[in-house]
């Protein structure tokens, strides 16, 4: 399978790194509001650059002079569909900036110059631009043989207007995009047709946007299409993380759209999407083509509701006939569709190794052996622990958040020596080979596994070296690995047990647990909260007295009981020492908190234990 490039590098100035140290009164930039765990998304071929006059077969695109009223129709719909992400057809718009203030300024280009900064301003892009701030775009341009010189950038015919850009796909995001992707769909295409898809992320949402407009008159062209997307977004199958959305100009049932109705999870609509009635028709002629596919997951369907829904209000269904007046703004009918966030493969229960469901306890002994006590589902563990590493531990930072070659499994993520490495869970905990992800760590840098803290579709690392908080993007490749550390703490770190909490306040980031040694707050144990962005955002208290005298060892255990809170496991002091699961809890702010305690291991834990997590 093809890898699809993760880039957290080069965000825009509101996707920015945070940056975060332990310390009091700490300012943290981007602590902005949590993650969706819903996406609303939004197709339209809005028509734009149709050259049919009103009365002529076999169609006509309305108010297509109008470039400006058809910008704000589109945001109108996004406003009333509390959309998150556009998608559109037929679109005039460009690739780079244009100052999109200046639209009724800008001087008439000459045809064929390059670019074309005056026509440019002039179209619906950049009108969209005005309407709709704060958000993010992307346009794809493509050519049809079928194309006429006027369209979008040399449009003068009579009644027509001035159009400015060139004709393709748009996306537009509320928010930061990232990871823009234009792929041609009819490479080396001998009657030189091109027709590019354009993909991107919105910051804080994992899957890889794309819309696309499928050739409308030739079905092998259809297919030679659906095969080429498939082939740049993954390969032999589609890649994992994907929303496809677009004028796919074919029903579910064209076997010209296999490729991507057989593989893919369909919004059925249940309704007609796009309507044509030709001047010398009786009755207006209807078809669904316009679609949203995501992937399968493991059961049921990741979108909301029954069926798409499709707004016909925008949608003219005017008989064509010239001298009347259109009841629309296009002759297809937008789509809109409610996402639900997937979980990261592997991760639906975030510490189990075993795949029972139930978050599970790792732990180091006095002989340098790795354990595994199974969790039972209550907080409490189940022994004698499985031996899943028998010797060389001694030393090593263990932890296990996330499937890190995503065969759906939780797996091992480990500081042994100065390598960073994955052990592969090979099933029910046990271990594989290791595959070194890092290098070059010091001897006593520890690692916290916290999941996607990206939301990228791949667990990251978190690591404390040398006072500093490090964060390891993982990447999808041909197995484990990570991009380069990107520092997200700037000190203060070496003071500190960090451990993964899971999700420990449900806004659909993971988050980090880490108990003060010494200092002015020696023993309190702080919850940094995840953010958007793969950053941590103003910590709170989470518990206090976890001094290392009297509680040596701790560990977030995700959410051992099942009751939606992060817990935590923590070991004591007394004789040789007993296992405590501390249940957590809420405060009265609503902040997760460490809750009451029960004991779950009788003695040993202090002597023959070195490390858990």
Same mark, same amino acid.
Request: proline share 7%; net charge negative.
């Given at each position: 399978?093809?890898?699809?490039? @993760?880039?957290?590098?080069?965000?825009?100035?509101?996707?920015? #790194?945070?940056?975060?140290?332990?310390?009091?009164?700490?300012?943290?930039?981007?602590?902005?509001?949590?993650?969706?765990?819903?996406?609303?998304?939004?197709?339209?071929?809005?028509?734009?650059?149709?050259?049919?006059?009103?009365?002529?077969?076999?169609?006509?695109?309305?108010?297509?002079?109008?470039?400006?009223?058809?910008?704000?129709?589109?945001?109108?719909?996004?406003?009333?569909?509390?959309?998150?992400?556009?998608? %559109?057809?037929?679109?005039?718009?460009?690739?780079?900036?244009?100052?999109?203030?200046?639209?009724?300024?800008?001087?008439?280009?000459?045809?064929?110059?390059?670019?074309?900064?005056?026509?440019?301003?002039?179209?619906?892009?950049?009108?969209?631009?005005?309407?709709?701030?704060?958000?993010?775009?992307?346009?794809?341009?493509?050519?049809?043989?079928?194309?006429?010189?006027?369209?979008?950038?040399?449009?003068?015919? &009579?009644?027509?207007?001035?159009?400015?850009?060139?004709?393709?796909?748009?996306?537009?995001?509320?928010?930061?995009?990232?990871?823009?992707?234009?792929?041609?769909?009819?490479?080396?295409?001998?009657?030189?047709?091109?027709?590019?898809?354009?993909?991107?992320?919105?910051?804080?949402?994992?899957?890889? %946007?794309?819309?696309?407009?499928?050739?409308?008159?030739?079905?092998?062209?259809?297919?030679?299409?659906?095969?080429?997307?498939?082939?740049?977004?993954?390969?032999?199958?589609?890649?994992?993380?994907?929303?496809?959305?677009?004028?796919?100009?074919?029903?579910?049932?064209?076997?010209? #759209?296999?490729?991507?109705?057989?593989?893919?999870?369909?919004? =059925?609509?249940?309704?007609?999407?796009?309507?044509?009635?030709?001047?010398?028709?009786?009755?207006?002629?209807?078809?669904?083509?316009?679609?949203?596919?995501?992937?399968?997951?493991?059961?049921?369907?990741?979108?909301?509701?029954?069926?798409?829904?499709?707004?016909?209000?925008?949608?003219?269904?005017?008989?064509?006939?010239?001298?009347?007046?259109?009841?629309?703004?296009?002759?297809?009918?937008?789509?809109?569709?409610?996402?639900?966030?997937?979980?990261?493969?592997?991760?639906?229960?975030?510490?189990?190794?075993?795949?029972?469901?139930?978050?599970?306890?790792?732990?180091?002994?006095?002989?340098?052996?790795?354990?595994?006590?199974?969790?039972?589902?209550?907080?409490?563990?189940?022994?004698?622990?499985?031996?899943?590493?028998?010797?060389?531990?001694?030393?090593?930072?263990?932890?296990? @958040?996330?499937?890190?070659?995503?065969?759906?499994?939780?797996? %091992?993520?480990?500081?042994?020596?100065?390598? #960073?490495?994955?052990?592969?869970?090979?099933?029910?905990?046990?271990?594989?080979?290791?595959?070194?992800?890092?290098?070059?760590?010091? !001897?006593?840098?520890?690692?916290?596994?916290?999941?996607? %803290?990206?939301?990228?579709?791949?667990?990251?690392?978190?690591?404390?070296?040398?006072?500093?908080?490090?964060?390891?993007?993982?990447? @999808?490749?041909?197995? &484990?690995?990570?991009?380069?550390?990107?520092?997200?703490?700037?000190?203060? !770190?070496?003071?500190?047990?960090?451990?993964?909490?899971?999700?420990?306040?449900?806004?659909?980031?993971?988050? #980090?647990?880490?108990?003060?040694?010494?200092?002015?707050? =020696?023993?309190?144990?702080?919850?940094?909260?995840?953010?958007?962005?793969?950053?941590?955002?103003?910590?709170?208290?989470?518990?206090?007295?976890?001094?290392?005298?009297?509680?040596?060892?701790?560990?977030?255990?995700?959410?051992?009981?099942?009751?939606?809170?992060?817990?935590?496991?923590?070991?004591?002091?007394?004789?040789?020492?007993?296992?405590?699961?501390?249940?957590?809890?809420?405060?009265?702010?609503?902040?997760?908190?460490?809750?009451?305690?029960?004991?779950?291991?009788?003695?040993?834990?202090?002597?023959?234990?070195?490390?858990?997590?």
């Amino acid at each position: 399978m093809k890898s699809l490039k @993760r880039v957290l590098a080069g965000l825009s100035a509101a996707a920015a #790194l945070v940056v975060v140290t332990p310390g009091p009164a700490q300012a943290v930039e981007g602590d902005g509001e949590p993650v969706r765990r819903e996406l609303k998304v939004l197709t339209w071929n809005i028509c734009g650059e149709n050259l049919v006059l009103r009365g002529s077969a076999p169609g006509y695109c309305p108010h297509r002079p109008d470039v400006e009223g058809k910008a704000k129709k589109v945001a109108e719909l996004a406003a009333t569909h509390g959309a998150d992400v556009i998608m %559109l057809q037929e679109v005039c718009g460009y690739q780079g900036d244009v100052n999109a203030m200046a639209v009724r300024k800008a001087p008439r280009e000459p045809v064929g110059t390059s670019p074309f900064p005056g026509l440019n301003s002039k179209s619906h892009m950049a009108y969209l631009q005005q309407q709709l701030p704060g958000w993010t775009f992307a346009h794809a341009p493509g050519l049809r043989s079928t194309d006429k010189e006027s369209y979008c950038r040399n449009s003068t015919s &009579p009644g027509y207007g001035e159009i400015g850009g060139e004709r393709g796909v748009l996306i537009a995001v509320k928010g930061a995009l990232q990871d823009v992707r234009r792929i041609e769909t009819l490479p080396g295409d001998p009657a030189g047709n091109s027709q590019q898809a354009v993909c991107g992320r919105l910051t804080g949402w994992p899957d890889l %946007l794309c819309t696309a407009h499928l050739s409308a008159s030739s079905n092998s062209d259809q297919a030679k299409q659906v095969a080429e997307l498939r082939k740049q977004l993954g390969g032999d199958s589609w890649a994992p993380d994907l929303v496809i959305g677009g004028d796919l100009n074919g029903s579910l049932t064209d076997p010209d #759209l296999a490729g991507l109705t057989g593989a893919l999870d369909a919004c =059925e609509t249940d309704e007609h999407t796009a309507q044509t009635w030709a001047p010398t028709a009786s009755a207006p002629s209807t078809w669904s083509l316009d679609h949203f596919f995501t992937n399968k997951p493991n059961a049921g369907t990741r979108w909301l509701g029954s069926s798409c829904e499709v707004d016909h209000t925008a949608l003219d269904r005017t008989h064509n006939l010239a001298g009347t007046e259109p009841d629309g703004w296009s002759d297809h009918a937008p789509v809109i569709a409610t996402l639900r966030q997937a979980p990261v493969p592997g991760a639906l229960v975030p510490g189990d190794m075993t795949g029972d469901g139930n978050p599970d306890l790792v732990a180091v002994d006095s002989d340098g052996a790795l354990r595994l006590y199974p969790g039972r589902g209550d907080g409490s563990i189940a022994t004698p622990p499985q031996k899943i590493g028998t010797g060389g531990w001694t030393g090593a930072s263990v932890a296990h @958040r996330g499937d890190w070659n995503g065969d759906g499994r939780e797996d %091992l993520l480990a500081r042994v020596g100065s390598e #960073l490495r994955v052990y592969p869970n090979v099933g029910a905990g046990f271990l594989g080979s290791p595959v070194r992800i890092a290098s070059g760590l010091p !001897w006593n840098a520890t690692v916290a596994g916290v999941g996607d %803290l990206t939301l990228d579709g791949v667990p990251d690392a978190v690591v404390s070296n040398s006072g500093k908080l490090y964060r390891y993007n993982g990447k @999808r490749s041909t197995g &484990p690995a990570v991009e380069a550390p990107a520092e997200i703490g700037s000190g203060g !770190w070496g003071v500190m047990d960090i451990s993964g909490a899971g999700d420990a306040d449900r806004d659909g980031l993971p988050d #980090l647990l880490a108990r003060q040694r010494s200092g002015t707050d =020696e023993g309190k144990v702080w919850l940094y909260p995840g953010r958007a962005g793969g950053g941590f955002g103003a910590r709170t208290q989470y518990g206090y007295g976890y001094t290392t005298d009297i509680r040596p060892l701790m560990a977030g255990a995700a959410d051992a009981d099942g009751n939606g809170i992060a817990d935590m496991w923590t070991t004591t002091a007394d004789g040789t020492g007993r296992l405590l699961f501390y249940k957590g809890a809420t405060n009265g702010s609503g902040h997760p908190v460490d809750g009451s305690a029960e004991e779950v291991g009788a003695t040993s834990w202090h002597t023959a234990i070195k490390s858990i997590s």
